[in-house]
Structures are given as C-alpha cells and as structure tokens.
C-alpha cells in the first residue's frame, strides 16, 4: 500500500525541463475609456489566437506563449509608457497596438528605439479597406466600419496580427533557436 501511494506521489511530480518555457507576445489597447470596447474584442482576439497556438504544441513544440495586455487608453503618452514596460521583460518579443493615429504616432516609434517588433493596426488595415477611408487615421475608419459593417472589425484585425506575430515567432524559433527580437522583426519584414 506504502508503494502504491509513493508511486502516485512522485506520478504527480514535475521534474526540471518537464514544463515547456514560456516566451511573450503583448497588447497594448484601451481597457478603458471611450474605445474600450475595441481593446476588449482585441484582447479576446488574440487570447484565443495564444490559446489555440499552445494547444497545438506552441512555438516549434518548444516554447508556450503568455499574453502581457497593458492599458494605453488609446492615448499617444499612454502608449508610451507602456512600450517601455514591454521593453522591459525580455521575454515579451512583439506587440500589437496603436489603435488610433496618435497612440500608433507615438508608440511606433518608441518600439523603433526599443528594438521591439510592433504591429498596428494603422498599417494593416489599410491593405483591405478603401484607401479613402483610412485617410483619416483608423480611429475614423473604426467608427465608420463599427457603424455600416458588423462589429468585430478590431478583433479580427487582432487575430490576424496576433496569428503573424505567432508566424514570425515560429520562423525565429527555427532559425535561431530560441526567437529573439531581432528574428521576429526580421520574419515580419518578409
């Protein structure tokens, strides 16, 4: 009987290297204020993108993700701020962020500085809708496609990004190893 119970105990064990490391990719949207609804469907968006990545085995069966969302309340020294604290943990390798004109302005070159691979949404929508549209930032171009078309335009935009951030981290975890910053800025450049 004492075998049998030792056994089941070291079974429930986990042993050095028996958990996969974790490597980050990070949200910067608006939890708060006027366009908190689009950082919510953002946030939903690509958890279910990280979720559904780990549940196929994660980055090169080798590596799980973690999300790091930050509040930038769609503010252009929000946004900043918190491109430096993603900067700050090593593990975070690219974010998605810049919902308006001024928050991608102002966030998108401080990640630049930092050395930090960022998508925004100011540049990726623009491939898929009328150009008319977008020549006004994406803050007009949300509340017109929120207005005509159904809703969810912010969260399938953040899947879609978060799904190539994903890409790029698995090119970078085959040429290099472990993905670094550099690898997934130069995947996304492809």
């Not at 993700?65 to 930038?72: I, R």
């Not at 159904?150 to 040429?175: H, I, Q, T």
């Amino acid at each position: 009987m004492l075998l049998l119970a030792l056994a089941g105990v070291l079974a429930s064990c986990s042993f050095p290297g028996s958990v996969k490391p974790t490597i980050k990719i990070g949200l910067s949207a608006p939890f708060e204020g006027r366009y908190r609804d689009l950082g919510y469907e953002a946030l939903y968006a690509v958890r279910l993108a990280v979720r559904q990545r780990n549940a196929a085995g994660g980055i090169d069966d080798r590596y799980l993700l973690e999300l790091v969302a930050l509040n930038d309340f769609d503010e252009a020294d929000e946004a900043v701020m918190q491109a430096r604290k993603m900067a700050v943990d090593p593990a975070v390798l690219g974010v998605l962020g810049g919902w308006s004109q001024a928050a991608a302005g102002s966030a998108s070159s401080e990640y630049e500085r930092l050395g930090l691979p960022f998508l925004t949404p100011g540049v990726e929508f623009a491939a898929s809708q009328p150009t008319g549209l977008l020549d006004a930032g994406f803050e007009a171009a949300y509340e017109e496609l929120s207005g005509g078309a159904p809703p969810g335009a912010a969260a399938v935009w953040a899947y879609d990004a978060a799904n190539r951030l994903l890409d790029a981290l698995e090119v970078g975890a085959r040429s290099e190893g472990r993905p670094t910053r550099a690898s997934v800025r130069a995947a996304l450049e492809r």
